[in-house]
């Protein structure tokens, strides 16, 4: 059921995006009379789940969710249609229109994608305002996954700094990483400072497990007791926080993991009660449980809260941020070792949404997709956007227009490009379903 909703929310957002994108282009083209042959969400090659005319305008919805297009007359597009080309300019054909009004055209729908961006992030903020964990406040340290320990962190850990500078938000940690390429983190571990140099290839890794790499220690206090169970037996009750096993101080994430080291043995735990400390001696199942559930212990956040106005720089800033971590992300895919390996597809969008319905996070999500869409289709590449800006400013400025072959031939080179890259990402995204 998970997945239904991550599928559902990801073909409404991407269908969302597909339509406001080439709207831009489509209301931009209408306002300088152009005409506009096709409006479709989704490619239609062979055939078409629905269209209807409207005017000189098809619309309809095609049955390959790779995005949407506009077909524009008088103009080399995904369409490929040579034999319009080589009629004479008609009035209403984009060729036709002078450059100021098709360059207007072309970068409709990268405006739409920014604006959208804006719009939401905007909205977020007035609604939810922002919140944020100092790093202060993640006062038991960090928890390491196996490649957070390979680099050379540990459990209970404090980052202090990243490349040389001080951290004081946790949630920018990881990122902070990943988007200065940092070359070192020092951490303060039992009373010293501790200087962990990162290679190319941790950073590499690192990219593809943002989310898993570190994460806050949260003390833990046990939701209930099994009746019958060890734990009920010792004396354990709900609402107690186990803060040692034998000598070993325990978290919310290192609980199970260390009662398994003690299968069929007997420990002494540490227990607070009430705010009283207790020791405690527990025998262990020769399955390491004692028969308890625990939850973590909260770590104070920083809430932020804004007006309609205050929420406006808010809007501003973080979609320029997301511009800003799009464009890193790139760059480090082409100049971190390895880097290209953990790219990823529709699968790997698909995976980022919550597996249950939640609004914010879908609308978040959407806003940085609409901003990523935003940057990589002004990119100068035949078959996006940028490319026939591309096209445009070299005619704008040298008066010249581009030979319409060496368009075309640009155009079959972009699509092929941009195909290629499809099938890499989507093959490695397969590839990581069946090796985890």
Not at 180 to 205: C, F, Q, Y
Not at 255 to 268: A, E, G
Not at 345 to 368: E, G, L
Not at 407 to 424: H, K, N, P, S
Request: with cysteine; net charge positive.
């Amino acid at each position: 059921m998970g997945v239904l909703v991550q599928i559902s929310q990801f073909v409404l957002s991407l269908s969302i995006l597909i339509i406001l994108h080439e709207a831009g282009h489509f209301f931009a083209a209408r306002l300088f009379k152009i005409r506009v042959e096709k409006f479709y969400l989704f490619f239609d090659p062979w055939f078409s789940l629905f269209k209807y005319k409207k005017g000189d305008t098809e619309y309809g919805i095609g049955w390959l969710p790779f995005g949407g297009y506009v077909k524009i007359s008088g103009m080399i597009d995904e369409s490929m249609d040579k034999e319009q080309m080589k009629q004479p300019p008609q009035p209403y054909e984009f060729r036709a229109k002078p450059g100021w009004q098709r360059l207007i055209v072309m970068i409709g729908g990268v405006t739409v994608n920014v604006i959208l961006g804006f719009v939401i992030f905007t909205c977020l903020a007035y609604s939810n305002g922002t919140s944020y964990l100092p790093m202060k406040n993640v006062t038991h340290g960090i928890y390491c996954d196996s490649l957070a320990s390979n680099v050379g962190l540990k459990n209970m850990d404090t980052v202090v700094a990243v490349n040389g500078k001080t951290v004081t938000r946790f949630d920018s940690v990881t990122m902070d990483i990943i988007f200065n390429k940092a070359k070192s983190i020092d951490v303060r571990r039992d009373g010293k400072l501790v200087h962990i140099p990162i290679s190319e290839d941790n950073l590499a890794a690192i990219l593809g497990d943002v989310k898993g790499f570190i994460e806050p220690l949260y003390a833990m206090h046990i939701d209930s007791i099994f009746p019958g169970s060890i734990a009920e037996k010792s004396g354990l009750k709900k609402g107690d926080r186990i803060t040692k096993i034998d000598s070993i101080p325990t978290y919310f994430q290192t609980t199970v993991p260390t009662f398994q080291k003690f299968k069929n043995k007997d420990v002494i735990l540490s227990v607070i009660t009430n705010g009283t400390l207790h020791l405690m001696p527990v025998h262990v199942s020769d399955s390491g449980k004692i028969g308890m559930e625990i939850k973590p212990d909260t770590l104070q956040l920083v809430h932020n809260h804004y007006s309609f106005f205050q929420s406006i720089p808010v809007g501003i800033h973080n979609t320029f941020a997301t511009i800003g971590s799009v464009a890193k992300q790139l760059n480090i895919i082409f100049t971190v070792k390895g880097a290209h390996k953990q790219v990823g597809s529709f699968i790997s969008i698909t995976k980022s949404y919550s597996k249950v319905w939640d609004w914010s996070r879908f609308w978040a999500f959407t806003a940085f997709i609409s901003v990523m869409l935003a940057f990589i289709n002004i990119l100068p590449i035949p078959a996006l956007d940028g490319g026939h800006v591309m096209f445009l400013l070299y005619e704008m400025i040298t008066g010249r227009k581009p030979n319409e072959k060496v368009m075309e031939y640009a155009q079959w080179a972009g699509m092929i490009l941009l195909l290629t890259i499809m099938i890499y990402a989507n093959g490695l995204d397969i590839g990581r379903l069946f090796h985890k």
